[in-house]
């Protein structure tokens, strides 16, 4: 039993069909099928079903295909082990990023990051909360950048930076007349939020308890752009993060209203599981980040508000 074949093993577990995992493995059907015949062989079980489309795993191939991942996630720490020895901070290195923070945030730290730290191979990925989770806790991602706190045993959360909500007001809300912008004013607003999976959205429902049934259309969107032009078509307010303000154009600076200190805020961290290795990137990541984030936003006094529904 080799390395080679648990990788070939979880290619075909992966895509349900040899010759597809063939391709991505870069060798011929012929070649990985006879491995993992091999494999099937040496352990005296048959780990997929093969007259299944897609091929799927038997009950004990299931177990196999777990352990297979457990055993290449532990050969891969042995080089993170000497890396981290060494304080190398280089390597691959794969970061997810929940949507509603990606647009603003990236292109403030991604190029500073790079040139800095040229050995780094970053891989990065759009992803919700729950999905990035799995993907941590599967060791597919080896951090993420999400609204925190998660209240998850088996993730650190490194706090990057707090944003505040920001009210959206267009000129004929009632709202709009108002200087200042007060949690008590969302209890009777047409609010108009993000679409569900999207932890912005469970930040303003938590921060006002609203009820969204009573809303007279649905909204499935998860860009704050539609937001805002669906605010200036006269259809309600929103709320936005900080970060998201600082792109509209002079015109729509206008219909901000900004909350009094301590603004409700949410906690934005970079997070990882406590037995991670890679702590070189990550601390240049957290370097990086703090660095860049401190000159456009530099909020301590808060209240932060939950992501979690």
Do not use: W
């Not at 349900?16 to 091999?38: C, D, R, V, Y």
């Not at 980040?289 to 209240?303: E, H, K, M, P, T």
């Amino acid at each position: 039993m080799t390395l080679v074949q648990l990788e070939y093993l979880l290619a075909v577990a992966e895509h349900g069909n040899f010759t597809l995992a063939a391709e991505k493995s870069h060798l011929t059907q012929p070649t990985l099928s006879m491995q993992i015949q091999k494999l099937e062989e040496q352990l005296g079980v048959k780990i997929f079903n093969r007259n299944t489309k897609p091929i799927t795993t038997t009950s004990v191939g299931e177990k196999i295909v777990a352990q297979a991942k457990l055993i290449l996630a532990e050969a891969q720490r042995m080089q993170d082990v000497v890396d981290y020895e060494k304080g190398v901070v280089g390597g691959a290195f794969s970061l997810g990023i929940i949507p509603t923070v990606m647009p603003t945030l990236l292109p403030m730290f991604l190029n500073t990051f790079v040139k800095k730290y040229s050995k780094v191979d970053l891989k990065i990925e759009e992803h919700t909360t729950e999905n990035m989770i799995a993907l941590i806790d599967e060791g597919h991602l080896d951090a993420g950048i999400v609204a925190t706190p998660l209240k998850k045993d088996k993730l650190k959360e490194y706090p990057l930076f707090y944003e505040p909500f920001v009210g959206y007001v267009p000129p004929n809300h009632p709202l709009h007349k108002n200087k200042d912008l007060h949690i008590e004013d969302l209890e009777f607003a047409d609010l108009l939020v993000l679409e569900d999976g999207h932890c912005f959205r469970n930040h303003v429902l938590n921060l006002c308890q609203l009820n969204r049934k009573n809303n007279p259309f649905d909204i499935k969107s998860g860009s704050f752009e539609t937001l805002v032009n669906l605010s200036d078509e006269g259809l309600g307010m929103t709320l936005l993060p900080y970060l998201n303000t600082q792109t509209l154009s002079k015109e729509k600076h206008e219909n901000l209203r900004y909350f009094p200190s301590p603004p409700p805020s949410r906690e934005i961290s970079l997070v990882y599981t406590s037995h991670q290795l890679k702590q070189p990137v990550l601390e240049a990541l957290k370097k990086t980040i703090s660095g860049v984030i401190r000159g456009a936003i530099a909020f301590d006094d808060v209240q932060i508000i939950s992501p979690v529904s």
